[in-house]
Nanobody, 118 residues
Framework: QVQLVESGGGLVQAGGSLRLSCAASGSISNMHAMGWHRQAPGKQRELVAAVTSGGYTNYADSVKGRFTISRDNAINTVYLQMNALNPEDTAVYYC????????????WGQGTQVTVSS
């Protein structure tokens, strides 16, 4: 069992930056992928960015070029650097871990609120 705890959310003006962190209670090196999802009010949860154990990354089209995901297996932490934020990025951001490529996301954090003001 892995517990995930997000931090770094908050209120920021449009055009600003935030860095989210996700600290895992156990090793993430065994996880196939780590990811960040978000859910805005009235919308479905969506995958924002993911990074595999091999370092492959993928991003939602809406954040490409602005967000960067990274993982530090040595300290069991995943980051999401968010630049050029806009009000459409306002959502609760969730960290998740996926054990295998063919499974669903197995572990979730409690979420951290990101609010971007115009």
């Amino acid at each position: 069992q892995v517990q995930l705890v997000e931090s770094g959310g908050g209120l920021v003006q449009a055009g600003g930056s935030l860095r989210l962190s996700c600290a895992a209670s156990g090793s993430i090196s065994n996880m196939h992928a780590m990811g960040w999802h978000r859910q805005a009010p009235g919308k479905q949860r969506e995958l924002v960015a993911a990074v595999t154990s091999g370092g492959y990354t993928n991003y939602a089209d809406s954040v490409k070029g602005r967000f960067t995901i990274s993982r530090d297996n040595a300290i069991n932490t995943v980051y999401l650097q968010m630049n050029a934020l806009n009000p459409e990025d306002t959502a609760v951001y969730y960290c998740a871990a996926r054990r295998r490529s063919w499974t669903a996301w197995d572990y979730w954090g409690q979420g951290t609120q990101v609010t971007v003001s115009s």
